[in-house]
């Protein structure tokens, strides 16, 4: 068997105490895989003076997958713009070419109390967003801030989506229904939006040329985030723009319980090598403690066996081992218990 490469990222705050248990649970599951470690973020500010360098992204294009901790914190607040901790993750993300975001929103039987929903609402939950993450609003030109026009001094900014950006990410969320309920919902403002119009029309093409086994409905975004709290099991796999996904996954993300506890993968092209990271910050209120949710990045890391290491075998243990060991009272402080970063980690690892 050809040995894989992961690159650790642990980055700022919680970020290294979290990947520390994911890269034990790695060793522990698969120990010939090849585990390097960078710098990102802060803790790349401080040594190098940039939050990333060309050194670490030759290292994570080189890599099979890349698992990311957290960066930011307020120890660099007041760096310049451009030399932020999270432009480290921006650079990253473009740099590796990964354009979809897939964000899973599930609930373990034993956290259905965590959630701020009734239980029947979210019990049996499971839902993935696949968000375009390289392109659209966040990214369109021109955009800017003209001043010094008194009250008609503006900012702006531009909506762009090429057919081919839409279709990639498209046939990515209907090849990923395909594997689970076969149900696609795509999300958009066509109503207001001729950038809306056009994902539209470019989404229903494409799946009418390649959607086999995949049932497609259309759905305005805002009605989408009501219908996530109002009845989430009616998604399988909801389809989204940069923008919208990005709301619309953090709101799919509180439905169930802790963000300490959900994963999150970046794909890029066939072959190309997935960024891994738990959707949650640095938290440096509780950074240094060691009393942080390690199953996000644990989940991050069952992401990538499942998507860049080719061991789906190894992810449906991990999953299960993350839910017995939550079944049997395993719990770090964020969703009602007290076990430590490490003895959660610990239970598990016993839990495989
Ligand atoms: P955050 O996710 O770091 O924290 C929000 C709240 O959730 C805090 O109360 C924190 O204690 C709690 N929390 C987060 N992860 C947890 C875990 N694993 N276990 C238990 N509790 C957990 O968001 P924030 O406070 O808005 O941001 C803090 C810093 O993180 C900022 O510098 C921000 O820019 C950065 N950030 C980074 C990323 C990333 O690296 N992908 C994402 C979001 C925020």
């Known amino acids: 068997m050809t040995s894989k490469n992961l690159l650790l990222l642990p980055g700022d705050g919680i970020g ?22 960078g710098l990102v973020g802060g803790a790349s500010i401080d040594a190098h003076g940039e939050p990333l360098t060309v050194d670490t992204m030759v290292l994570a294009k080189q890599s099979d997958a890349v698992l990311l901790g957290a960066v930011g914190g307020p120890k660099w607040n007041d760096v310049e713009r451009h030399l932020r901790p ?4 921006l650079q990253l ?10 964000r899973p929103a599930f609930c373990f039987p034993a956290l259905l109390e965590a959630s701020s929903l009734k239980r029947d609402v979210v019990e049996g939950l499971d839902i993935m967003i696949v968000r375009e993450l390289t392109s659209g609003v966040y990214f369109g030109e021109p955009r800017g801030i003209e001043r010094g026009l008194g009250d008609k001094s503006f900012g702006f900014e531009t909506s762009r989506y090429t057919a081919g950006e839409i279709k990639r990410v498209a046939r990515v969320a209907m090849d990923i229904a395909r594997g689970r309920g076969g149900q696609l919902c795509s999300t958009e403002k066509a109503n207001v939006m001729e950038s809306g119009l056009f994902w539209r029309e470019t989404v229903t093409e494409l799946h009418a040329a390649c959607g086999d086994g995949v049932e497609l409905r259309h759905m305005y975004a805002d009605a989408c985030a009501m219908e996530l709290v109002r009845q989430p099991k009616q998604f399988d796999v909801i389809l989204a723009a940069n923008l919208f996904g990005d709301i619309l996954s953090d709101a799919a993300a509180m439905l169930t319980g802790s963000i300490g506890m959900l994963p999150s993968a970046s794909l890029g092209v066939d072959g190309a090598p997935g960024l891994y990271e738990p959707v949650h910050g640095s938290a440096p209120d509780i950074a240094g403690q060691g009393v ?13 066996f499942r998507w860049s290491l080719n061991q789906p075998g190894l992810a449906d243990r991990l999953f299960a081992a993350v839910s017995k060991a939550l079944e049997a009272g395993a719990r770090t402080k964020d969703v009602g218990g007290a076990l430590s970063t490490a003895e959660m980690g610990d239970a598990i690892i016993a839990a495989l």
């Open 86 to 89: 999270e432009m480290g993750l």
């Open 93 to 102: 993300r473009k740099g590796m070419d990964v354009f979809a975001n897939l």
């Open 292 to 304: 942080a949710n390690p199953c996000a990045a644990i989940l991050s890391l069952e992401m990538a």
């Open 16 to 37: 290294p105490e979290v990947t520390a248990q994911a890269r034990c649970v790695a060793e522990h599951l698969m120990p010939d895989l090849n585990i390097d470690t």
